[in-house]
């Protein structure tokens, strides 16, 4: 049986561990852009980048500069610019490859007219919508909103265009999801799949899923590999 899309006026999601399987993939960015500083700097900042999900990437480098390194405020602005490039570089090629969350295909397809869909991501909003465009999953949502916009502040946004006058879901893989559903008001649901949240199955006291599979939908692919093996 399906999750009841048609109980809700609008539909919250965050992208990445939730629509794009691209958890490990910003991971391995940000440990291939820092590692020219050495190992152990890198494993911290990456051990930092997944204890903070959903926050931006500015603000992550920004622990690695002013925290981890300590880099002189002359270098600062040069380095960081030199860093955000190359952390771009590798998310504007694999994001447009990754591959997408299983079932969520086939839930962003079955949202019922009546019902708006956002993405509230930590990711950069002009990446996301990019991405978004090239892979046909812009069609599906009223709005795309990243950063550098905080995700809270976004929250705020579609809160003050009353966004949440309904009963409304937020699909997220992070504590600041859960947060953030708690303090405006929105059903959470953990996708914990692909997620960096290490203790966020011990933590979350919400309902919790792997992947849309769980709640009914299955992507055309998968629904023919399935019936194959059922005619075998």
Avoid at 199 to 207: L, P, S
Avoid at 218 to 228: C, Y
Wanted: aromatic share 10%.
């Amino acid at each position: 049986m399906h999750f009841a899309l048609a109980e809700y006026a609008t539909l919250v999601f965050d992208c990445d561990g939730v629509i794009l399987d691209s958890n490990a993939i910003k991971s391995a960015a940000f440990l291939t852009v820092s590692a020219a500083f050495g190992p152990s700097v890198s494993a911290a900042f990456v051990d930092y980048h997944q204890r903070h999900g959903g926050i931006s990437r500015n603000a992550k480098f920004a622990y690695l500069l002013d925290v981890l390194l300590e880099v002189p405020a002359a270098d600062r602005e040069r380095l960081l610019e030199q860093l955000l490039r190359d952390y771009a570089d590798i998310c504007a090629r694999e994001l447009l490859r990754c591959r997408l969350i299983p079932g969520v295909a086939a839930l962003l397809a079955a949202i019922p007219q009546k019902v708006v869909a956002h993405v509230v991501t930590g990711g950069a909003e002009n990446e996301v919508r990019s991405v978004f465009r090239a892979r046909d999953l812009d069609r599906y949502f009223a709005s795309i909103r990243g950063s550098p916009t905080p995700k809270r502040d976004n929250m705020h946004a579609l809160r003050e265009a009353a966004a949440f006058r309904g009963r409304s879901v937020y699909f997220g893989d992070a504590e600041l999801d859960m947060q953030l559903a708690e303090e405006f008001g929105l059903d959470f649901i953990y996708v914990y799949g692909a997620s960096d949240w290490h203790d966020g199955r011990e933590r979350c006291i919400h309902r919790q899923i792997a992947d849309f599979r769980e709640l009914g939908f299955h992507d055309p692919d998968e629904s023919t590999a399935r019936a194959e093996e059922v005619r075998t």
